[in-house]
């Protein structure tokens, strides 16, 4: 069982940043997907910047070039950078972990991952 939490979140103005975190207990998979979720109210939950161990990344177009998703192996941590926030960039963020290696159409899509942080809130005035 591994255990995902998330921290960095909080409130910022317009054109701001925020870096979050997901740190992993320990697990010893050489082959996984990780990525970041968000869920903002009344709306299902997106796909915002994913990675595998192949070294593939994929991002939601609207974050794209505002956001950058990262990782330290030897923290078991997994970040995201997000600069020139938006308000509708306003949502829980949550970070995941599936064990296999998703294919690269399938990377944004959450019902493939396993496990799931409690989500860090991101507000995001204007």
């Known amino acids: 069982q591994v255990q995902l939490e998330e921290s960095g979140g909080g409130s910022v103005q317009s054109g701001g940043s925020l870096r979050l975190s997901c740190a992993a207990s320990e697990y010893t998979y050489s082959t996984y997907s990780l990525g970041w979720f968000r869920q903002a109210p009344g709306k299902e939950r997106e796909g915002v910047a994913t990675l595998n161990s192949h070294g593939t990344t994929r991002y939601a177009d609207s974050v794209k070039g505002r956001f950058t998703i990262s990782q330290d192996n030897a923290k078991n941590t997994l970040y995201l950078q997000m600069n020139s926030l938006k308000p509708e960039d306003t949502a829980m963020y949550y970070c995941?972990?599936?064990?296999?290696?998703?294919?690269?159409?399938?990377?944004?899509?959450?019902?493939?991952?396993?496990?799931w942080g409690q989500g860090t809130q991101v507000t995001v005035s204007s």
């Open positions: 995941a972990a599936a064990f296999r290696r998703l294919d690269w159409w399938r990377l944004l899509h959450p019902g493939h991952y396993t496990y």
